[in-house]
């Protein structure tokens, strides 16, 4: 999540105040980058629309939803060791 802090200067864990095409597709260009370096910001920019704004907003919060559960429950399983 440090790519989306220094591209947006926000912290990734504070609450997004407006949902927009610009602020989730930071977010997805900031997931997408671990697994495609290469991809750029305005790439990923072209493909969030007002059409798919829902659709994505949607998956991305699902994601990091899981993203949140797994890293608690690591931190559980080590605490316990």
Do not use: R
Not at 5 to 10: A, D, M, N, Q
Not at 28 to 56: F, P, Q, R
């Amino acid at each position: 999540m440090q790519a989306y802090e220094k591209v947006t200067g926000k912290s990734a864990f504070d609450p997004i105040e407006k949902v927009d095409a610009t602020v989730l597709g930071a977010m997805l260009w900031a997931c997408l980058i671990h697994e495609d370096e290469s991809i750029t910001l305005k790439e990923v920019g072209k493909l969030v629309t007002m059409k798919n704004l829902n659709y994505v907003a949607g998956k991305l919060n699902k994601v990091i939803e899981e993203s949140i559960q797994t890293d608690s429950e690591e931190s559980g399983e080590s605490s316990k060791n």
